[in-house]
């Protein structure tokens, strides 16, 4: 009896007439079946058996399965595509740029800036505000470590530029030289309300005697004894030249010989509309006990027969001033051009 039972379970589990004959054993067309339920993957109906899939899905290879379109808000997947590595997961890591350049970035910064500061140099991040380039904190520790006795400031107007330097906490004295009359008398009433602050009314440049300066510009800011060129005028169009006035002109060797003592330290500052060169070859003698310079510089020919930044530079650097810092002056308003900057020359640290 239990002979017979078991051939009776046999019999009933043997595949039905109706489907189709394997072609193999183990290998052959898949049957064909049914539509499968929504959302599994299709069976394929006659073709070749392929191996089963791997059980764990990142570890397929080759393209990726078709299958039905994912819930909305979720990645769309690919269809019949060769995969690729998952996006990154923190999307501010794609903005930045490869991790060894910002490491490299890094060691060069701590790497160069004790090597610029060993040799009296500053590294900064700096900013492209105008506002953010400060030459003033460098200028005063320059009179500080050179010690500095006096500061002549040739083309003061009437005392701007005496303002920053007591602003920034120098307290020593000043001999400002003005040669219009309008702004010395300002410049003047100033001085006599500072004990250290010397105004003189006659403008420095090469040879002494006296010139004609074309007065321009609002409040005379851009009066030179040089022609206005067309370039400033395009800039600025209140720089046209107007009036002609005859001033007084010395130099500086001249004017530091009978007001300077021999032991004083000066630091020379210059902002004479494109006579700078002119004020500096008229200065020979006393830039050898000179501790610095800060002179407006042009980058184009703003007054007719300029010597413009690198000749200047040149110049300064030829006889022992090289420059430390630089700061932007003056921007065409119409299209952003830099025309001019504030330079500053000098030596700092030891063995200066």
């Known amino acids: ?40 993957l299709p069976a394929s109906c006659g073709t070749p058996r392929r191996r089963a899939p791997v059980s764990n899905p990142a570890r397929r290879r080759g393209p990726a399965p078709c299958v039905s379109p994912p819930p909305a808000g979720s990645l769309p997947a690919s269809c019949g595509t060769p995969r690729r590595r998952a996006p990154v997961s923190n999307p501010a890591r794609r903005h930045l740029p490869p991790f060894s350049a910002v490491k490299l970035r890094k060691r060069v910064w701590r ?60 307290e ?64 600025l169009p209140d720089a046209s030249p107007g009036e002609r006035v005859e001033v007084r002109v010395s130099t500086v060797d001249e004017e530091a010989a009978s007001r300077l003592s021999a032991e004083d330290r000066p630091f020379l500052k210059i902002d004479t509309q494109g006579n700078e060169l002119a004020v500096l070859h008229g200065a020979r003698a006393t830039l050898e006990r000179t501790v610095g310079v800060l002179a407006e510089l042009s980058l184009i020919e703003l007054y007719d027969g ?20 630089m700061a932007p002056a003056f921007h065409d308003p119409r299209t952003g051009r830099l025309l001019q900057v504030d330079g500053l020359f000098g030596r700092l640290g030891e063995g200066s």
Not at 147 to 162: E, I, K, M, S
Request: proline residues 9%; hydrophobic residues 45%; negative net charge.
């Open 306 to 325: 300029q010597a413009l930044f690198g000749e200047v530079v040149d110049w300064l650097a030829e006889r022992g001033f090289p420059l430390l810092a």
């Open 1 to 40: 009896m239990l002979v017979l039972a078991a051939c009776e379970r046999l019999a009933s589990a043997r595949v039905p007439r109706s489907s189709p004959p394997s072609a193999g054993p183990g290998r052959g067309l898949a049957p064909c079946v049914s539509p499968p339920p929504a959302g599994s």
């Open 111 to 170: 790497v160069a800036q004790p090597l610029l500061e060993s040799r009296g140099l500053e590294l900064r991040r700096i900013s492209m505000n105008q506002d953010d380039w400060d030459l003033y904190p460098l200028l005063i520790r320059l009179l500080r470590e050179r010690r500095a006795t006096v500061v002549l400031d040739a083309g003061a107007n009437v005392g701007g530029f005496v303002d920053q330097l007591r602003g920034s906490g120098y």
């Open 172 to 235: 020593g004295n000043v001999i400002s030289f003005e040669p219009l009359p309008e702004p010395f008398a300002a410049l003047a009433r100033r001085a006599d309300a500072d004990p250290r602050w010397e105004a003189a009314n006659l403008a420095l440049s090469d040879a002494a005697g006296e010139a004609p300066m074309r007065r321009s510009g609002s409040g005379d800011v851009t009066s030179s004894l040089l022609p206005t060129a067309a370039a400033m005028v395009e800039a």
